[in-house]
């Protein structure tokens, strides 16, 4: 992939989760009122949504919940690769309080505007949101016990780079948690350069075996890939809508063939990894 595409990629991305913060806005702080409904909601317990402000339910568009997945303890620093309204910035921020610290990173400015509000209205004082890339993390070496993300590696259109900059701002045996989008087969050729497949979450959607390559390569250890739901054919038809709907989606792709053609191939997935240790040469 050419640094064109990437920054094509980019672009569109920032450029459909601007509008999606936009839309969380609308329906959280307008007259109409986030429902129960609210995909945010199909993701966490009871328990957390019932401590967040509903524009950062409204704005999830998440794969999973990675703060479970993590393990978060008091005291830990968490980053969170493409923070979005905020909502795994917060419940991470009071997982590892009173002395810990979430920062979430996210490259779109109107993004950062909701994240920061719905900080503001949970009142969590232990949190910083960055603006940035999560090619290129704005935080030192070595100074993050956790790196997490919902949904978000698959946007990148320069993951090796995302790995990298991961496994840097971990600390020695720091761990990797993620919630995305895995392909359990290859994607055709002709759909991986489809601008709205990037930002439904297909295109740039890695298979199984290459994630575990690039981690490795990377440098991380105990990798593990757990599959959590392979989309049906009604799933994809959700997500094809959003596509259809969108001034991204090509006259010359057919959605519907499209669909059939994914079915099963698309998955979501937990990946866990670690940041192997100095003083440890077990390979644990």
């Known amino acids: 992939m050419t ?9 569109a991305v920032r450029a459909r989760y601007a509008e999606a913060a936009r839309a969380a806005e609308a329906s959280c702080c307008g007259p109409a009122k986030a429902t129960e409904g609210a995909f945010g909601r199909t993701l ?18 998440g794969c999973g919940n990675p703060t479970l997945l993590a393990d978060l303890r008091p005291g830990e620093v968490v980053l969170d690769l493409g923070s979005g309204g905020g909502i795994d910035v917060l419940l991470s921020a009071r997982r590892v309080a009173p002395t810990g610290m979430a920062y979430g990173l996210d490259m779109t400015p109107e993004m950062l505007v909701l994240a920061r509000r719905n900080q503001a209205d ?14 290129a993390v704005p935080l030192p070496d070595g100074s993050v016990d956790v790196v997490i ?49 990037w930002t439904g979450c297909i295109a740039g959607a890695l298979p199984e075996t290459g994630y575990r390559e690039q981690l490795e390569h990377a440098g991380f250890v105990d990798i593990a890939i757990e599959a959590t739901d392979v989309y049906d054919r009604e799933g994809l038809s959700r997500m094809a809508e959003d596509v259809a709907a969108s001034a991204e989606s ?26 192997p240790s100095p003083s440890r040469h077990d390979g644990r």
Do not use: H
Request: aromatic share 4%.
């Open 3 to 11: 640094t064109r595409d990437a920054d094509e990629i980019r672009e």
């Open 44 to 61: 966490y317990g009871e328990g957390e949504a019932d401590v967040l402000p509903e524009a950062a339910l409204a704005a999830s568009l």
């Open 122 to 135: 949970a009142g969590v004082t232990n949190a910083e949101f960055l603006e940035g890339t999560i090619e």
């Open 149 to 197: 993300s919902n949904c978000v590696v698959n946007l990148s259109g320069d993951k090796p780079a995302v790995f990298r900059e991961a496994f840097r701002v971990l600390r020695p045996g720091g761990r990797l948690a993620i919630s995305d989008v895995v392909m359990r087969r290859a994607l055709p050729e002709r759909l991986q350069r489809v601008i709205g497949l």
């Open 250 to 275: 090509p006259d010359a792709v057919d959605i519907e063939a499209t669909v059939v053609e994914l079915e099963g191939a698309v998955m979501s997935a937990f990946v866990r990894a670690r940041k």
